[in-house]
Nanobody
Framework: QVQLAESGGGLVQAGGSLRLSCVTS????????IGWFRQRPGKEREFVAG????????RFADSVKDRFTINRDNAKNTVYLQMNNLNTEDTAVYYC???????????????????WGQGTQVTVSS
């Protein structure tokens, strides 16, 4: 059984930055793709970014690809989501998730990820 825990959320002004962390435990951290998703108020959960098992392959939603970066440190069992130039549309609960069935291909559907963290709130004020 794998556990994922997000941290790093908070309140930030528009134009600011935050770095979210996702720490996994309970199994081989390297055994899958890690994705970040978010759920904005009144909206469905959506894909934000993902990184392959090796860390060499990345994928981003169009809405964030010029502002967010994603990296993983397998030695620390941690994936980081660096969020820059935040705007009010980025306000959401952010979740990390594990897709253990893929090592390279990064899925964007919620249903492709079988383990989830509890989420961390990000609020961007204008």
């Amino acid at each position: 059984q794998v556990q994922l825990a997000e941290s790093g959320g908070g309140l930030v002004q528009a134009g600011g930055s935050l770095r979210l962390s996702c720490v996994t435990s309970g199994r081989d951290f390297g055994a899958g793709v890690i994705g970040w998703f978010r759920q904005r108020p009144g909206k469905e959960r959506e894909f934000v970014a993902g990184v392959s098992r090796s860390g060499f392959s990345r994928r981003f939603a169009d809405s964030v690809k010029d502002r967010f970066t994603i990296n993983r440190d397998n030695a620390k069992n941690t994936v980081y989501l660096q969020m820059n130039n935040l705007n009010t549309e980025d306000t959401a609960v952010y979740y990390c998730a594990l897709d253990s069935r893929n090592y390279l291909s990064i899925a964007v559907s919620v249903g492709d990820y079988e383990s989830w963290g509890q989420g961390t709130q990000v609020t961007v004020s204008s």
